[in-house]
């Protein structure tokens, strides 16, 4: 049974800074790719970044140059390093593991960007 857990949300200032954190179980963590999406009340859940199992990273033009993700294969666990916060940023962030046979998602992190 896959298991993602995610960690490490809460409340900062704008300009601010939080990291992330994906723990996964269940999975051959080194062969799928791994992303963060994230998702406001009424809106669509977006991709925010994801990196390939290869070391490929794709982000969502709105974080790049603030946002970084990283993995430790050893560790299972997924980063999100997010920088220069702004309010716009306010979501529930969750964590993806997929591969071309599966799709999985953690429960969620909030993060609220607010003075």
């Known amino acids: 049974q896959v298991h993602l857990v995610e960690s490490g949300g809460g409340l900062v200032q704008p300009g601010g800074s939080l990291r992330l954190s994906c723990t996964a179980s269940g999975i051959i963590f080194s062969t799928y790719t791994m992303g963060w999406y994230r998702q406001t009340p009424g809106k669509q859940r977006e991709l925010v970044a994801e990196?390939?199992?290869?070391?490929?990273?794709n982000f969502a033009d709105s974080v790049n140059s603030r946002f970084i993700i990283s993995r430790d294969n050893a560790g299972n666990t997924v980063h999100l390093q997010m920088n220069n916060l702004k309010p716009e940023d306010t979501a529930v962030y969750y964590c993806?593991?997929?591969?071309?046979?599966?799709?999985?998602w953690g429960r969620g992190t909030q993060v609220t960007v607010s003075s």
């Open positions: 993806n593991a997929r591969s071309i046979y599966v799709n999985n």
């Open positions: 990196i390939t199992s290869g070391g490929s990273i």
